[in-house]
């Protein structure tokens, strides 16, 4: 069964906005998606209906909290389908969970870690950092239209390789990589895996069972969620090894002047006051898209993809492979003598067209192929043909503007 847009779009009342009497088209989810009623509502909950501290406070509204708080673990559990509750870190975003694992792997001189030649920044400083202390660092080469080269990573596996890093869908060019294969050839190499599904998670549907991988983060405000969320999973037995880089309030359950005993995980991952009302919005997003199906959010944003394609195929230098199947939800682009930087704020004062400009936090890639940057249009589920068509329309009129 196929998706309703129309009835979705009434969830986000800010696609009910006009600039100039005219609709916007936002086609940068790839950055932040747009919220629906639902996760803004229960949001405001907690600020409008019971605020207080959840874990440390016993009167109702501080157990209240606790227990919406441990709710959206639930959910969360259930959205990934990870095997226990404790698994599930509430992070910042993706950025905090990638290094919350880089860090406590406590990796030594002589160790290596392999990773794509697309990784965004959150992924690929994390290692890069870890060089300092003699830690190696490989990057597996991408085919000539950037899809995963399987024979490349195999070649780089040896008993160095203590860690492979890598991107699940790219946010460069919406490339998903072959993540299942990649985890069995780490794994026969006893090699852990983290995945970067930032740009995943929101749009596919993931089974960390059924992939067995060992780490995985991704980002809240992706997939309908306020900023400042994610979540980190991991398997039990990994993090019950692993010591906290961040320690404070809730991480521990006693201390003296000389010593302290850290909580149990998830907790001890958890430091501080928490965004207890971000998390909540979480859950709430995560419950959203488990309704909608990501199985119909994918076909979709494929199939707008497809649309746009066909239409500026001969007018744009595509990122990534030509086959719009390839690429999800993503359209990256260049067009000659043009600087995207220019293209898409022409596009927003003059049409409403809300795209992104720019290295799109990749810039090891774009250094490597000589470009300044691309201009980038993302899609998700509550995008229509009609907005489509928009953006094709405003680039063709825009582009002969600047050219």
Not at 148 to 157: C, P, R, T, V, Y
Not at 201 to 208: A, C, E, Q, Y
Not at 235 to 255: A, C, M, Q, R
Not at 285 to 311: C, D, F, P, Q, V
């Amino acid at each position: 069964m196929g998706l309703n847009i129309n009835k979705i779009r009434e969830d986000f009342d800010i696609l009910k906005k006009k600039i100039n009497n005219k609709p916007i088209t936002y086609l940068d989810s790839a950055c932040v998606s747009l919220k629906p009623r639902q996760v803004v509502e229960k949001i405001n909950s907690y600020y409008n209906e019971f605020t207080a501290c959840g874990g440390r406070s016993m009167h109702r509204f501080g157990n209240r909290v606790t227990d919406e708080v441990e709710k959206s673990r639930g959910v969360i559990k259930k959205f990934i389908n990870s095997k226990k509750e404790n698994e599930i870190i509430f992070t910042r975003n993706s950025t905090e969970g990638l290094n919350i694992v880089t860090k406590s792997l406590e990796l030594k001189k002589g160790d290596k870690i392999i990773q794509t030649d697309k990784e965004h920044n959150s992924s690929l400083l994390p290692c890069l950092v870890l060089k300092e202390n003699g830690v190696l660092h490989e990057i597996v080469k991408s085919n000539d239209d950037n899809t995963f080269n399987l024979e490349n990573f195999e070649n780089k596996m040896d008993k160095s390789v203590k860690l492979v890093s890598v991107v699940h869908t790219s946010n460069l060019d919406g490339v998903t990589n072959p993540v299942k294969e990649i985890i069995k050839i780490a794994h026969d190499h006893n090699a852990l895996v983290l995945l970067d599904s930032a740009q995943s998670v929101p749009h596919k549907d993931i089974d960390v069972k059924n992939l067995d991988v060992d780490f995985m983060a991704f980002s809240g405000h992706k997939m309908l969620g306020s900023s400042g969320t994610g979540i980190l999973y991991g398997k039990e037995h990994l993090l019950n090894g692993f010591k906290p880089f961040l320690i404070g309030g809730e991480t521990v359950t006693d201390s003296t002047y000389n010593s302290y005993t850290l909580e149990k995980i998830p907790h001890r991952f958890e430091a501080g006051l928490q965004n207890y009302a971000g998390i909540m919005g979480l859950g709430e997003a995560a419950k959203y898209l488990m309704r909608i199906g990501k199985s119909n959010i994918e076909k979709h944003e494929t199939n707008l993809n497809k649309r746009i394609t066909e239409k500026l195929i001969d007018d744009v230098k595509i990122i990534g492979p030509e086959d719009s199947s390839l690429r999800g939800g993503v359209f990256n682009f260049n067009i000659e003598k043009t600087d995207p930087h220019e293209l898409a704020l022409m596009l927003d004062e003059s049409e409403n067209v809300m795209i992104r400009s720019g290295a799109h936090c990749v810039h090891s890639w774009y250094n490597a192929h000589n470009l300044d940057g691309s201009a980038r249009a993302t899609l998700y589920f509550y995008n229509t043909e009609e907005e489509v068509d928009r953006f094709v329309e405003a680039v063709k009129k825009v582009s002969k503007l600047l050219l």
